[in-house]
């Protein structure tokens, strides 16, 4: 079956740090990758989403590669905000599946 | 603008009581999904609809129930049969379009749902 296994958090930076949360995923098929990001006391948003191998998502300096040969779609981005503090889900879909697997989510931390 | 809707942001009960929690959504999406999360987990699918007038069970379906008998929208029932009720509720929904690859899912803002 798919999985998606997220780094543990939560991750403390300080603000304008580089922030990098791995996400690696086993799937059947070729699946789509996809981050979702959720506020405190808020639904989840989709942030940004890849469809093939060698894709970059990115969206509000957030980036990440869909990497087929290390299954990875790793989250970067290269100065984090104080308003970048979230939890962070990483998330895929195969083929013809209605259900999408998601991780379990990554909290971020972003000090002044 | 589209999106969707759920109320209300707060709801509050008395154990033994049934509960329903609405979700409306103007996306013209195919596909409604429930999902519950409780603090510091990630999200559990209770239940999901591909159709109008059809639903599966997801991970956790006991003691919930669910409706579509409109597109546009996905009740659920958290009925006095389930244990532990408290945690907040997550509506989403997505096409179900054949041919299309990317689907993704488009939240509501959630319910939370304490029952003392």
């Known amino acids: 079956g798919n999985s998606v296994t997220q780094m543990e958090g939560p991750v403390t930076l300080s603000e304008e740090a580089f922030l990098t949360i791995n996400c690696t995923y086993t799937?059947?098929?070729?699946?789509?990758l996809f981050w979702y990001v959720q506020y405190p006391g808020e639904g989840l948003q989709l942030l940004l989403k890849?469809?093939?191998?060698?894709d970059k998502g990115s969206n509000k300096g957030f980036e990440a590669t869909y990497r087929k040969e290390t299954t990875s779609f790793h989250l970067e981005k290269g100065s984090v905000q104080v308003s970048d503090s979230a939890v962070y889900f990483c998330a895929l879909r195969s083929g013809g599946s209605y259900i999408p697997t998601f991780g379990r989510g990554t909290s971020l931390i972003v000090h002044p | 603008d589209g999106g969707i809707t759920q109320s209300p942001k707060y709801l509050f009960r008395k154990e033994g009581q049934n509960v329903t929690l609405s979700c409306e959504q103007n996306?013209?999406?195919?596909?409604m999904y429930w999902y519950r999360q409780d603090p510091g987990q990630g999200l559990r699918l209770i239940y999901y609809s591909q159709i109008v007038n059809d639903f599966q069970k997801g991970d956790i379906a006991e003691g919930y129930s669910v409706s579509r008998e409109k597109k546009e929208s996905f009740p659920l029932t958290v009925t006095s049969a389930q244990k532990n009720p408290t945690a907040f509720y997550l509506c989403a929904s997505s096409t179900a379009q054949t041919g299309v690859r990317v689907r993704e899912q488009y939240f509501g803002p959630g319910t939370r749902l304490t029952v003392t």
């Open positions: 890849a469809t093939k191998a060698d």
């Open positions: 799937a059947t098929g070729y699946p789509s």
């Open positions: 996306l013209n999406h195919d596909a």
